[in-house]
Nanobody, 128 residues
């Protein structure tokens, strides 16, 4: 089992920034591609960003590209989501997720269907 705990959410004004963290514990953090997703009230969960295990290749949804940055620190078993130029439409609960991959995998995964583990989520609210 892998436990994922998100933190860093909160209330911020439009144009502001937040940095979300996702700390993993339990079984090894290695060989795991990571993803960030979000869900706003009354909406389906949607993809935000993903990062591969090897090489840290990244992929973003169009609506966050250029504003959000995903990164990982494998030594700390942590993945981050730096969110800049936040907009009210970014308001949602943000979830991190982990998918086991091979040791040599450089693949990222934008589909929520493939992930094995999920955190409990952290609320991000962007005011006007």
């Amino acid at each position: 089992q892998v436990q994922l705990v998100e933190s860093g959410g909160g209330l911020v004004q439009a144009g502001g920034s937040l940095r979300l963290s996702c700390a993993a514990s339990g079984r090894t953090f290695s060989n795991r591609a990571m993803g960030w997703f979000r869900q706003a009230p009354g909406k389906e969960r949607e993809f935000v960003a993903a990062i591969s295990w090897r090489l840290g290749r990244t992929y973003y949804a169009d609506y966050v590209k250029g504003r959000f940055t995903v990164s990982r620190d494998n030594a700390k078993n942590t993945v981050y989501l730096q969110m800049n130029s936040l907009k009210p439409e970014d308001t949602a609960v943000y979830y991190c997720s982990a998918k086991q991959t091979s040791l040599t995998s450089t693949t990222y995964y934008p589909s929520d269907r493939v992930y094995d583990y999920w955190g409990q989520g952290t609320q991000v609210t962007v005011s006007t």
